[in-house]
């Protein structure tokens, strides 16, 4: 039988059961892959020994009746003896009780002198069978849970992090769908990486942080096979595989299963866990708690730090220096995905310049009020060296972004500058552009010219809005060019 047989059979905590098995009550033998295998004749002791500690027995007499030096005669009659004392003390303390009312005495009018010739012991209750002290896994639900919440965070993290160094994903906007692979592939990695870190240093980078270890009662480590089999349970009856309400439910259950010093459905048979105290000492009187605390908090910053750093990282275009109209085409529809979160815009930019659908049924609505321009590449020897667009309109309806956008967007796919920290002087240009200034404004930076002529009338303006005069006419033009200086070229 296995232990939480044993346990279901006797209705003995697992903690007792390994506590009598170290004082030689019981012998269990061990079976091929370590566990312990419980014999019908091990279930007996464990029987007699709770029967025994209900009736109040030591264990001192229980060992000298298992190892025969005492008869069960002697031991019940000393026993006897001691409940009928308990049973008198408890009568007298009744009478006395009933005395005490029947006197009925204030605090101020109590004579105890009265009454003080009685010793009292009220206990009336059999004792319950909790030799051993609480396991520490049963001890520390709140140190369990946030060393598991930190595994999975930290799990979550590295799939964000291949997502934005590698995939190039704003994580920092993700759609329902991203959010739905982002915990299937963080749950997948838990159990991958748990199972590792179990096997080979019988920890997690959560537990560690908080102290703890979980090995086989002699100290060993788990094989894989137990490690996954314990953490895709921890998964399922643990996290509740991360579904809202589903993973609320199944937390108040682990706690619950806690404070009841119940086994876990993902308990191995023989795991044990352990701290730096032995498990004598609450984790609050252990030296360097807080800093523990501490640290804990400080994985969180850095997990945040991590994430806004692989959101500039997702932010770069993919080509740098040099670039083929191509290359710029997918530098800008890059940007361009980026800035649509969340998912992909409904236009995207061909090297000739032109814009193609990325749905055919997709319906395009231009938030500028302006269609797109097509854009002009010149190029020598292969590389661009020209990239310019023009806008027109007379149409008496209002822009709600600026033509700006399209040139900072050009401006960052071409230099390859990241989207959300570009370089001082590249965000000075940015702002300038988005500038409502009509007439002709020049820049240089990076060996590359900038032009922008903006002409507008019968327009009026609100910040990054420009809203049609009532009884004038409509004209908006605008250019936007950045060409190789002449000594670049």
Not at 50 to 55: I, N
Request: aromatic share 12%.
């Amino acid at each position: 039988m296995t232990i939480r047989e044993i346990e279901e059979a006797t209705g003995l905590p697992r903690a007792n059961v390994r506590y009598y098995e170290s004082l030689g009550l019981i012998h269990p033998a061990r079976a091929a892959n370590g566990y312990r295998d419980y014999r019908q004749e091990d279930l007996d002791t464990l029987l007699k020994i709770k029967l025994l500690r209900q009736l109040d027995c030591s264990l001192e007499d229980i060992q000298a009746l298992e190892q025969g030096t005492r008869s069960l005669e002697q031991v019940l009659s000393e026993v006897g003896a001691a409940l009928e004392k308990k049973d008198a003390q408890t009568q007298h303390a009744l009478e006395l009780c009933r005395q005490l009312r029947a006197d009925r005495p204030s605090w101020d009018s109590l004579q105890p002198e009265r009454y003080l010739f009685w010793n009292p012991s009220f206990s009336t209750q059999l004792p319950p069978v909790q030799d051993a002290s609480d396991t520490l896994g049963s001890r520390c639900p709140w140190r369990r849970y946030f060393a598991r919440t930190l595994d999975y965070t930290l799990c979550f993290t590295l799939w964000e992090l291949f997502l934005s160094a590698v995939l190039r994903v704003n994580i920092l906007s993700p759609s329902t769908e991203q959010n739905i692979l982002g915990v299937i592939m963080s749950l997948g990695l838990m159990c991958a990486l748990e199972t590792v870190f179990l096997h080979f240093f019988g920890t997690t980078p959560g537990k560690a942080l908080f102290g703890l270890k979980l090995t086989r009662s002699d100290g060993s480590y788990f094989g894989f096979w137990d490690g996954l089999w314990r953490t895709s349970r921890v998964v399922l009856f643990g996290l509740g595989l991360m579904v809202p309400l589903i993973s609320l439910v199944t937390l108040i259950l682990s706690f619950q299963r806690c404070r009841h010093q119940v086994s876990q459905p993902w308990a191995l048979d023989d795991e044990s866990w352990s701290d730096p105290s032995g498990g004598r000492t609450p984790f609050f009187e252990q030296r360097g708690s807080i800093l523990r605390v501490v640290g804990y908090a400080g994985c969180y910053a850095a997990i945040i730090a991590l994430a806004l750093l692989g959101s500039l990282v997702a932010a770069t275009p993919w080509h740098h220096g040099s670039l083929t109209a191509k290359e710029f085409a997918d530098n800008y529809n890059h940007l361009l995905t980026y800035a649509s979160a969340p998912g992909s815009p409904g236009e995207k930019l061909r090297a000739d310049g032109r814009w193609y659908q990325t749905t055919h049924n997709a319906v395009v609505l231009h938030v500028t009020g302006i269609e797109p321009p097509t854009y002009q590449f010149t190029e020598k020897d292969g590389q661009l060296t020209q990239v310019s667009f023009s806008i027109s309109t007379s149409q008496p309806a209002p822009v709600y972004e600026l033509p700006s956008v399209y040139a900072v967007r050009t401006l960052h796919a071409l230099l390859g500058e990241r989207e959300l920290l570009p370089g001082k002087a590249l965000l000075t240009i940015d702002q300038e552009l988005q500038q409502t200034v009509a007439g002709e404004r020049t820049w240089s930076i990076d060996g590359w010219d900038i032009i922008c002529k903006m002409d507008f009338s019968g327009y009026e303006i609100y910040g990054l809005y420009m809203f049609p005069i009532d009884g004038e006419t409509q004209n908006l033009t605008y250019f936007f060019s950045i060409q190789a200086s002449q000594t670049e070229v």
